[in-house]
């Protein structure tokens, strides 16, 4: 099976039925998109399909079809996507490990809507669950990265 | 740009074959690392340098945790486990201020098992009770100055001049002439040199990183999916393993077929161990779903009638029975109670709770026939590597402990039953063995938070003054499945209750030891967590019993404690305390733990009978900072933890099996959840307290003193989001 991802087709050859976060991560290697539940409850697995936010442990492979796959190593090259710049700014992760997820929920929120709300990044990114309670740092960022892609430095 | 080829390679891919030596037990500090082929677990840290670095064999070790290649590339080691903490750079921070380098011509990595890498608070070499930095803060800087120290007389001797004339400045040393040595160019010999014992630490005012908030060094890799967790371990020819354990807790698997599941696709085998049931496949799908065609007969052992009612009985048995071992006695409680004008009691429960850090256990063996590699996100680097050399049937020191960056602690990964099966695996199999539980198996096999029973009685004197506190708390003992044997109290369960700051003449704190009959462990601030909330709730219910305001209350018993009251006081004045907004309300705890001093105050309020926490001012005096912006950032996260629990934490088991499977019945904060959160830190010279679990305990009572203030009604258990107001 091919499948478009991060800007390349690749061949998988993996069961249609095996979820799109273990195609990713263990046939693939592109492990920066993390398990966490498996049942589309944490967000740990967020990756893009066709530039919307999809939790990748309950997406199968079957189901990619031709749409476009971006993980968070075809996010940017070199970190310079506005999230992950603003990110680095605000020193935003602790242990890390959800950390791929929320990045991916916040690119795709900035996408859609380029200058979020409180209210707004609330409900774009209550999926994905912070047990380090990074949560009001996140805010920050991407508030501060939406100001980045408005060109604001 | 080809980004599937040039994905990152974690270097634990890298390391190749090792080189089996010998001599795994000898120059244990450094020598494990190197010579188990030159292991850069580097855990991604974005340097290039860090890999050349420690390959470079031509780098010199100067002591345990420095290393300093030709190329002026530098390592430091760092012996302490990254969990989110900020260790990867506080403490690199301690060396390089003495070494005078910045932080960021530094490459970190994970230190191996070592007698240097000891921690003699906690008994090893282990993460946890938020000494990192207090354990750290004398011995790194000793490090840094001795190795700075070395590299000046190594360059005086090349120079031919007195090592008084010449400084250390920016990883290079300067000579009286303004010549010039950088720290790789003196390395080698600097490294035969002996170390001076006696060398004079900076003085404050000469720091140039302690204090600062410097950016931490694991962001980078931590925001594009580079960095290395367990979970991302991947060694040539790795099988995935799932690990299937009895529902219910203690049990045990008596038989076992394996059929159906054998013949699927891309299985390996399948094991039948002590305690559960190991699918080895090739991909970790493949090995979920042959799971579920086992065939599995489990002997439920002795827990098979378990449940909350059960568990909360056996404690208030023993409550009501044992008069408890003394942790603390001062004066005499029964006189002053018996004398008190007016005296109050009441019974607090605590319930179980789950770790559920983010990433869920999991852990990589390589059994070879003399040696065992594990790769492992751990808090305890030898408890896992003797957890490991029972099932590879090798000594401890033929295992070598790699420790990746660890997807959240809290305590959980201090345990290692998540170790075993992975070894055994890898032993039957002669492949490495990758095994991840699901978030299933790690919410039900969890080592939870021990539930207590805490009865508590307290007199005032005609004047509303507190003259006499007596505390029973009946708890399991953590330390005594972890550490035994216990003699008399175990410290862990009596924390905060017997450093309450507070002035009482007459106070007593008694401990009853009730097991009940699971596996408990340590969870992020441990038993601090339990007795704040019942001291601090209890302090607000003699509050109100008195008449009195809760600060004015809390003020009057902190005559000898100038750093509580400071605390207290700035919070109050932060949150506007007692000016709160119509239909706002709010409550405050205060407690001492870690050698840190915190104030939280919450403001609440109840929309159509539902509680919403919105705002937590939190004050802390934790001593001197290494660097602010970590410190920030941990009691924010501490907030963030202690709100799950003191809103919803709670596990409960029937028949011996636990409920809560997934984040849907163990429910944690959201960012849609999140209140504002307002940290204060105050300035201080005294020496660093911790400060990764401190902010957690003063949220429950915080919140729970905020419902009473709001509603009249004293909640005495935990968790308190499922409390509706009367009349809502
Ligand atoms: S792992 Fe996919 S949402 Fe949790
Ligand atoms: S940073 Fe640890 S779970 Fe989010």
Same mark, same amino acid.
């Given at each position: ?14 069961a249609p ?70 990110w ?6 602790q242990?890390?490990?959800c ?32 047990r ?9 960022a ?10 604001g430095? | ?58 780098s ?33 921070m ?118 600062r ?61 002590? /305690?559960?049931? =190991?699918?080895? #496949? ?5 090995? @979920?779903? %042959? +799971?579920?065609?086992?065939? !599995? $007969? ?13 568990? /909360?009985?056996? =404690?208030?048995? #023993? ?5 408890? @071992?003394? %942790? +603390?006695?001062?004066?005499d !409680? $029964? ?9 109050f ?6 319930? =179980? ?47 070598a ?38 978030r ?30 007596q ?13 035994p ?43 601090h ?34 750093r ?27 407690m ?32 001197r ?22 809103l919803w ?45 401190v902010a ?33």
């Amino acid at each position: 099976m091919r499948i478009r991802l991060n800007d390349r087709m690749v061949e998988v050859d993996a069961a249609p039925d095996t979820p799109l976060l273990w195609v990713l991560r263990d046939h693939l290697n592109l492990r920066g998109t993390k398990f966490g539940c498996g049942r589309a409850l944490c967000g740990a697995c967020t990756v893009h399909l066709d530039g919307a936010a999809v939790r990748s442990c309950s997406v199968p492979l079957a189901a990619v079809g031709g749409r476009a796959v971006t993980t968070v190593e075809g996010l940017s090259a070199n970190r310079r996507h506005a999230v992950q710049r603003a990110w680095i700014e605000l020193d935003v992760p602790q242990c890390g490990y959800c950390q791929s997820g929320q990045i991916m929920s916040a690119a795709a929120l900035l996408a859609a809507n380029p200058a979020p709300s409180d209210a707004d990044i609330d409900a774009a990114m209550a999926g994905n669950i912070c047990r380090c309670g990074t949560y009001v740092r996140i805010r920050r960022a991407i508030h501060r990265a939406a100001e980045l892609l408005r060109g604001g430095e | 740009m080809d980004r599937i080829e040039s994905a990152p390679v974690p270097a634990a891919a890298e390391c190749g074959q090792p080189e089996g030596d010998d001599a795994l037990n000898r120059r244990q500090f450094l020598g494990a690392a190197t010579r188990l082929g030159g292991l850069v677990l580097a855990l991604s840290l974005p340097l290039p340098r860090t890999a050349r670095a420690r390959s470079n064999p031509a780098s010199a070790e100067l002591n345990a945790w420095l290393s300093i290649a030709p190329d002026d590339s530098i390592t430091i080691l760092v012996d302490r486990s990254e969990m989110g903490q900020g260790v990867f750079t506080a403490l690199p921070m301690l060396l390089a201020e003495e070494l005078e380098v910045s932080l960021d011509r530094v490459a970190i990595v994970a230190a191996p098992v070592g007698d240097a890498y000891f921690n003699a608070a906690n008994g090893g070499q282990m993460t946890g009770t938020s000494n990192s930095v207090q354990d750290a803060w004398v011995k790194l800087r000793t490090a840094g100055a001795q190795a700075r120290s070395m590299l000046i007389r190594a360059a005086a001797e090349t120079w031919g001049v007195d090592a008084a004339a010449c400084r250390a400045r920016d990883g290079a040393v300067i000579g009286p002439s303004g010549a010039r040595l950088s720290y790789g160019a003196l390395a080698e010999r600097a490294a035969r040199l002996p170390v001076p014992q006696q060398v004079a630490l900076k003085a404050p005012n000469e720091f140039r990183l302690i204090g600062r908030g410097l950016p931490r060094t694991d962001t980078p890799a931590k925001v594009d999916g580079s960095a290395v967790f367990g979970i991302d371990v991947r060694l040539p020819g790795m099988l995935y393993g799932t690990y299937a354990q009895c529902p219910v807790l203690g049990g045990w698997p008596e038989s076992v077929d394996a059929s159906a599941a054998q013949g699927m696709a891309g299985v390996h085998s399948v094991l039948t161990l002590d /305690r559960g049931v =190991l699918v080895l #496949a090739e991909h970790y799908w493949q090995a @979920l779903a %042959a +799971r579920k065609a086992l065939r !599995v $007969h489990w002997n439920p052992g002795p827990n098979a009638h378990l449940d909350n009612a059960g568990i /909360r009985a056996l =404690l208030a048995r #023993a409550a009501d029975t044992d008069p408890g @071992l003394v %942790a +603390r006695s001062d004066g005499d !409680v $029964h006189s002053a109670l018996r004398g008190a004008a007016r005296t109050f009691s009441a019974t607090y429960e605590l319930p =179980l709770l789950a770790h559920a850090t983010m990433e869920p256990m999991n852990c990589t063996a390589d059994v070879r026939a003399d040696r065992c590699d594990l790769y492992v996100g751990t808090q305890a680097q030898q408890l896992s590597q003797a957890a490991a050399a029972v099932p590879a049937g090798l000594p401890p020191d033929r295992v070598a402990v790699h420790t990746t960056l660890l997807g959240g602690g809290f305590g959980r990964r201090l345990d290692i039953d998540f170790i075993p099966a992975a070894v055994a695996g890898s032993k039957a199999a002669g492949r490495p063995v990758q095994v991840i539980w699901t978030r299933e198996d790690d919410m039900t096999h969890d080592t939870y938070r021990p539930p207590a029973l805490e009865r508590v009685s307290a007199g005032l004197d005609a004047d509303g003054r507190l003259v006499a506190w007596q505390l029973h708390i009946t708890s399991p003992s953590v330390t005594a499945r972890v550490a035994p044997p216990v003699v008399g109290v175990d410290a862990s369960v009596v924390e905060a209750a017997i450093d309450m700051p507070y002035d009482v003449p007459n106070l007593s704190i008694t401990y009853t030891r009730q097991e009940i009959g699971i596996d408990l462990g340590y969870l992020r601030s441990v038993s601090h967590a339990l007795n704040c909330f019942v001291i601090e709730s209890f302090m607000d219910e003699l509050a109100a019993a008195s008449g009195r305001d809760p600060l004015e209350f809390r003020m009057r018993l902190l005559d000898k404690q100038p750093r509580h009251r400071r605390v207290l006081e700035t919070a109050a004045t932060l949150a506007g305390w007692g000016r709160n907004a119509p239909g706002r309300h709010q409550g405050l705890a205060l407690m001492e733990g870690y050698s840190s001093k915190i104030a939280q105050i919450a403001e609440i309020s109840f929309d159509a009978g539902k509680l919403r926490v919105h705002r937590i001012v939190c004050v802390v005096d934790c001593g001197r900072m290494v660097n602010p912006r970590i410190v920030e950032s941990q009691i924010e996260s501490g907030i963030v933890f202690g709100l799950t629990a003191a809103l919803w934490g709670e596990v409960t088991i029937e028949g011996g099996a636990v409920k809560q499977n997934n984040f849907d019945g163990y429910r944690v904060l959201r960012a849609n959840e999140c209140p504002q959160i307002v940290v204060h830190l105050l300035a201080s010279e005294e020496d660093p307290g911790g400060i990764g679990e401190v902010a957690v305990p003063p949220v429950a009572p915080a919140v729970a003193n905020a419902i009473f203030a709001a509603t009249g009604e004293r909640l005495r258990t935990l968790p308190l989001g499922r409390f509706k107001p009367r009349g809502a």
